[in-house]
């Protein structure tokens, strides 16, 4: 690694930092670049931080993307001491390079959050008691989780208010029964942003996950299993419904989506949950309600027609575009929205507006620097929850947020 030192040393770089014969060259921009050793006499190995330093780059902040390196070989006529001329082997390589994620967690950190997950289990049971009043059904609004964030503590953080509402919903159910409530259903809802994502939803977003894609996918799925296999059961009836959203968006180039509204993790997730949970007892009644490129899933739950949508394609005022939607659900469904279900703006909201009551969903993540910069304001994460049904006559009654 020496001789690579030397060379790297020895020859300068071009003015404009692109190749000009066997010189090294490196272009550099604040996120990474791409360079190149230009010709060495001997194998580079393994080693590039040698690489990088010859470049004024420090391996503790850059690294080469994904460990991959071109390589050239070719051989050469080299003069000999004595005069004679002699075939020498030489090696040229050019990688990418860009900055670490110096949030990222470690493997094993990543292992223990899991692995508490999957182990967790209620200390609460509850048993559902004689009620002489109309049925309802407890909607409980996983929002805005965003797995792998770093804000608030991050994701050790979430994954434990996570948890905790878990046994909170269980606790809410059975305190809910002494008060003489008739729950006959369950409805645990997605309502958008599961996963933070890695890229094209803010600017910095890449050097602040604490998560890969598939870790943060990977983390989901143990949560909305453990979620469900655990809330499920404490009604007759229950129902999974998921909605699409904006950090779901898969494939993004530039800060959009290239290919349709079902590339998502909100479908993702539900399907590859439910496949996980098909066939176990405690969810054979699970009813599953999964989008493909629907922005908007309904459900009458109770005998109260619910909207849900995530709300990242709102525009213009609210109340116009929630009065639009209702009039496409009517003539498409025969029956417009009741209530109106919202997350995305991360703090809680409840709204009259005559034809329909809108609930927005306080959210599950360490908070939101998006939400404080464009208005100044911060939200108390946590999971809401209230009852839907005829039994009041509103169609809503007994809101919480765990």
Not at 389 to 398: E, R
Request: one cysteine or more; glycine letters at 10%; charged letters at 25%.
């Amino acid at each position: 690694m020496s001789k690579l030192k030397n060379t790297l040393t020895d020859i300068a770089l071009d003015a404009d930092g692109h190749p000009n014969g066997d010189k090294a060259w490196a272009t550099v921009s604040p996120e990474g670049g791409e360079l190149s050793t230009g010709a060495m006499p001997t194998e580079l190995g393994t080693d590039w931080d040698v690489v990088l330093r010859g470049f004024g780059l420090d391996p503790d902040i850059f690294e080469i993307v994904d460990d991959t390196v071109r390589m050239s070989k070719w051989q050469s006529s080299k003069r000999l001491e004595n005069g004679d001329r002699d075939i020498i082997w030489l090696y040229s390589y050019k990688a990418r390079f860009k900055r670490k994620n110096l949030t990222a967690l470690p493997d094993k950190e990543i292992d223990d959050i899991r692995t508490y997950v999957q182990k967790w289990r209620s200390v609460a049971k509850t048993t559902a008691p004689i009620s002489s009043e109309k049925g309802s059904t407890l909607v409980v609004c996983w929002a805005d989780q965003q797995l792998g964030k770093s804000a608030g503590g991050g994701t050790d953080a979430t994954v434990e208010r996570i948890i905790d509402s878990y046994q909170a919903t269980i606790q809410r159910v059975k305190d809910l029964r002494k008060i003489g409530r008739n729950i006959e259903k369950i409805a645990i809802v997605n309502m958008g942003d599961p996963v933070e994502g890695c890229d094209g939803n803010y600017a910095s977003q890449l050097f602040t996950v604490e998560l890969t894609q598939r870790q943060q996918l990977l983390l989901a799925i143990d949560l909305w299993a453990q979620g469900i296999r655990q809330l499920s059961p404490l009604a007759e009836e229950a129902e999974f419904i998921s909605v699409l959203c904006n950090h779901g968006e898969w494939m993004r180039r530039g800060g959009k989506a290239i290919t349709s509204d079902s590339d998502n993790a909100g479908g993702f997730l539900t399907d590859a949950v439910k496949r996980v949970l098909e066939g176990r007892p405690e969810t054979d009644k699970l009813k599953w309600n999964i989008p493909h490129d629907e922005m908007i899933t309904t459900s009458v739950l109770s005998g109260i027609k619910v909207a849900f949508t995530h709300g990242h394609k709102i525009n213009g005022k609210e109340v116009e575009w929630l009065r639009g939607q209702s009039i496409k659900i009517l003539r498409e469904e025969g029956r417009e929205p009741d209530i109106w279900v919202t997350a995305h703006r991360h703090h809680l909201q409840v709204q009259d507006f005559g034809p329909w009551y809108r609930f927005q969903c306080p959210s599950n993540d360490g908070g939101s620097k998006w939400y404080t910069d464009m208005s100044g304001n911060w939200s108390t994460p946590g999971t809401l929850t209230f009852l839907v049904g005829n039994h009041d006559p509103k169609g809503w009654s007994d809101m919480a947020v765990l």
